[in-house]
């Protein structure tokens, strides 16, 4: 998996293919791949965190990320490459499958 930054043609296909089995679509906003996740409840959000936290740390790639009650809203971006990588995606397709 590379960390080099794609292009916008990339970046287009790429969530082309996130979003085919996605629950709610992710964006390109303000040049990072973005997501807000609703949950059921506080309790719900935060378990999301906590296995999405260990699933990013063991790729040594760390989200942005807000919590608010039952919303997570994610930005995923590779800084040493500049903008959006393989990576994001790679990180965006494990947080779609721990949200179930």
Do not use: C
């Not at 998996?1 to 979003?19: F, W, Y």
């Amino acid at each position: 998996m590379h960390r080099t930054k794609l292009d916008d043609a990339a970046i287009a296909s790429s969530l082309q293919s996130l979003n085919a089995s996605a629950s709610a679509p992710w964006t390109v906003k303000d040049g990072k791949l973005h997501k807000s996740f609703q949950f059921r409840d506080f309790s719900e959000a935060f378990g999301f965190m906590a296995r999405a936290a260990l699933a990013a740390e063991s790729m040594d790639h760390h989200p942005e990320w807000l919590n608010v009650y039952k919303t997570v809203r994610v930005d995923l971006t590779t800084h040493d490459a500049g903008g959006i990588t393989e990576f994001d995606f790679a990180l965006a397709g494990r947080m779609e499958t721990i949200a179930g």
